[in-house]
């Protein structure tokens, strides 16, 4: 179960030390490398879970798979969640940490349903058209359901 308490004292600690580093752009990015990986990889989603799976063999197999592919901040704040029993957290600390990069950058995130997949010069297009009404940045995910 998730607790957004958690992930955000997480969030926010590890992004006043990207900011402090400079690193903010690239640990992000491992943040949704890490995400898209639970997301996608459903034995990887199950060992990283796994109450089963000992705290030692997790940092074991995550510091092998990681450690050369992720910032070093990453990786101990990786270290940080499994050995304090946070691995669930993970997925609300990406998002935390993105809306705090957003909310500094004076970033709009939106949400954009369409009943097709949208062409990139369409979303393109659409996300520039917001701005220019709206006078601010935006960034957006797009989805797709059929019955809108």
């Known amino acids: 179960m998730q607790d957004n308490r958690v992930a955000r004292r997480y969030a926010q600690a590890l992004y006043e030390t990207a900011v402090k580093y400079g690193t903010v752009g690239s640990i992000e990015d491992d943040l949704t490398a890490l995400g898209n990986l639970l997301e996608q990889d459903k ?13 030692a063999e997790k940092l074991k197999i995550v510091e092998k798979l ?11 704040l990786i270290r940080v969640m499994l050995e304090k029993g946070r691995e669930t957290e993970v997925e609300g ?3 935390e940490f993105s809306r705090l990069r957003r909310d500094a950058e004076g970033i709009v995130f939106a949400t954009v349903t369409s009943a097709v997949a949208l062409t990139d010069k369409q979303r393109s297009s659409l996300l520039s ?5 709206q006078g601010k940045k935006f960034e957006a995910q797009f ?3 059929p019955h809108v």
């Open 43 to 55: 034995g990887f989603r199950h060992f990283f879970l796994a109450p089963s799976t000992s705290r």
């Open 129 to 133: 058209k917001l701005e220019a009404t």
């Open 143 to 145: 989805e797709v359901d």
């Open 93 to 95: 600390v990406r998002s």
């Open 66 to 76: 990681f450690s050369d592919r992720v910032t070093a901040i990453t990786m101990q």
